[in-house]
């Protein structure tokens, strides 16, 4: 069973920058997509950022140029947010794709392809 822990979250003013961090536990040899989800006042999770098994990434459109994600292995990821604005608050989750490798797509940048969850952390933008 995958575990998956996030941390980082906060509250920053207009303009600020946060750093969340992803960690992955109870697999061997395998890289899954990793990615960052922000739940909306519907509950839905959407897609903030994917990054894939070869290091490919993909931005939803309201966070490109600010938001970067990374990994530095297997099993860590990182969502380094900038110039943050209001809009940015929410739950955000980290989520695992299936293990094996696996490509950013249309399908991998929606919550149904990823089938492991943290228990999300909250990020809060006031002006």
């Known amino acids: 069973q995958v575990h998956v822990a996030e941390s980082g979250g906060g509250s920053r003013h207009v303009g600020g920058s946060l750093r969340l961090s992803c960690t992955l536990s109870g697999f061997q040899r395998s890289r899954p997509c990793m990615g960052w989800f922000r739940q909306d006042p519907a509950k839905e999770r959407k897609a903030v950022a994917v990054?894939?098994?070869?290091?490919?990434t993909r931005y939803a459109d309201s966070v490109k140029g600010r938001f970067t994600i990374s990994r530095d292995d297997a099993k860590t990821s990182f969502l380094e947010m900038s110039s943050l604005k209001p809009e940015d608050t929410g739950i955000y989750y980290c989520?695992?794709?299936?293990?094996?490798?696996?490509?950013?797509?249309?399908?991998?940048?929606?919550?149904?392809?990823?089938?492991?969850w943290g228990q999300g952390t909250q990020v809060t933008v006031s002006s």
């Open positions: 990054i894939d098994s070869d290091g490919g």
């Open positions: 989520a695992s794709g299936p293990l094996g490798l696996c490509k950013v797509t249309d399908y991998s940048f929606t919550a149904h392809a990823f089938p492991y």
